[in-house]
C-alpha cells in the first residue's frame, strides 16, 4: 500500500520570502506520479504541480518547483515570492496503479 | 471549462436518515471517486468507480455505499447516518486511473 507523510502540519512564510514544504512517500510501484494540490479557504482543490517519478528533472511551475529525491522517496514543494494568495493547505499525493492517496496536509500561512 | 458538481454545499441531516450526496461530471471521464476530508487526517478514499456499474471499496468503506447508474453520475450514499460521518465530502473525476484529479467544491455534511 501507498503512504505519503507530510511531517509539518503548520507552517507559515513571510511575504516575498521562499518556503519548502516536506512530504516523503512509500510506495511498492516501478512507474507512478506525486503531486501537490493545494486547498484555498473556499475548498476547491487546486493541481499545483505534478512529477512522473521516470523523468529524473524536477517539476517547475512558475513560482512553483519540486525537489524529488526518488531514492529517498522525498517530494519537497519549494514556493518562491511568496504571496497572500499562497495561503492554503497543501496536500502532496501519490499516485501509482491505485486511486491518489493523500497525506495529511500543512496549512500554510504567508505573513504580510 | 471542466466541471465536478457536487449538488450541496452544506447539508444538514438527522442521525438515522438516509443521505444521498450526488456528483456530475461533465468531462466524460471514467473514473470518479468519492473521499472524506476530516481535519488532521487529510482526505480518505471511500469508493471509487473506473466504469460504470462498477465500484469498489477505498479506505474506509463502512456505512457507506455507492451507485453509479450512468457514466457522468456518481452518488455516495449514508444508509442511516451516524454523528461520526460528519465531515467534508469531496468528489473527483478522472480521464486515467493515475491522473489528476478534477475535485468538486465539497458538501460539508453534518449528522445531529
Known amino acids: 500500500a501507498q503512504t505519503v507523510t507530510q511531517s509539518q502540519p503548520e507552517m507559515s512564510v513571510q511575504e516575498a520570502e521562499t518556503v519548502t514544504l516536506s512530504c516523503t512517500y512509500d510506495?511498492?510501484?516501478?512507474?507512478?506520479?506525486l503531486f501537490w494540490y493545494k486547498q484555498p479557504p473556499s475548498r476547491q482543490m487546486i493541481l499545483v504541480i505534478r512529477?512522473?517519478?521516470?523523468?529524473?528533472q524536477n517539476a517547475t511551475e512558475n513560482r512553483f518547483s519540486v525537489n524529488f529525491q526518488k531514492a529517498a522517496k522525498s517530494f519537497s514543494l519549494k514556493i518562491s515570492d511568496s504571496q497572500l494568495g499562497d495561503a492554503a493547505m497543501y496536500f502532496c499525493?501519490?499516485?501509482?496503479?491505485?486511486?491518489?492517496?493523500f497525506g495529511k496536509g500543512t496549512r500554510l500561512s504567508v505573513i504580510a | 471549462d471542466v466541471k465536478v458538481t457536487q449538488s450541496s454545499r452544506y447539508l444538514v441531516k438527522r442521525t438515522g436518515e438516509k443521505v444521498f450526496l450526488e456528483c456530475v461530471q461533465d468531462?466524460?471521464?471514467?473514473?470518479m471517486f468519492w473521499y472524506r476530508q476530516d481535519p488532521g487526517l487529510g482526505l480518505r478514499l471511500i469508493y471509487f468507480?473506473?466504469?460504470?456499474?462498477?465500484?469498489e471499496k477505498g479506505d474506509i468503506p463502512e456505512g457507506y455505499s455507492v451507485s453509479r447508474e450512468k457514466k457522468e453520475r456518481f452518488s455516495l450514499i449514508l444508509e442511516s447516518a451516524s454523528t461520526n460521518q460528519t465531515s467534508m465530502y469531496l468528489c473527483?473525476?478522472?480521464?486515467?486511473?493515475?491522473?489528476?484529479?478534477?475535485f468538486g467544491s465539497g458538501t460539508q455534511l453534518s449528522v445531529l
Open positions: 473527483a473525476s478522472s480521464l486515467l486511473k493515475v491522473e489528476k484529479l478534477f
Open positions: 468507480s473506473y466504469d460504470v456499474k462498477m465500484k
Open positions: 510506495t511498492s510501484e516501478s512507474d507512478y506520479y
Open positions: 512529477q512522473e517519478a521516470y523523468k529524473q
Open positions: 468531462m466524460d471521464h471514467e473514473n
Open positions: 499525493v501519490s499516485s501509482g496503479n491505485t486511486p491518489l492517496v
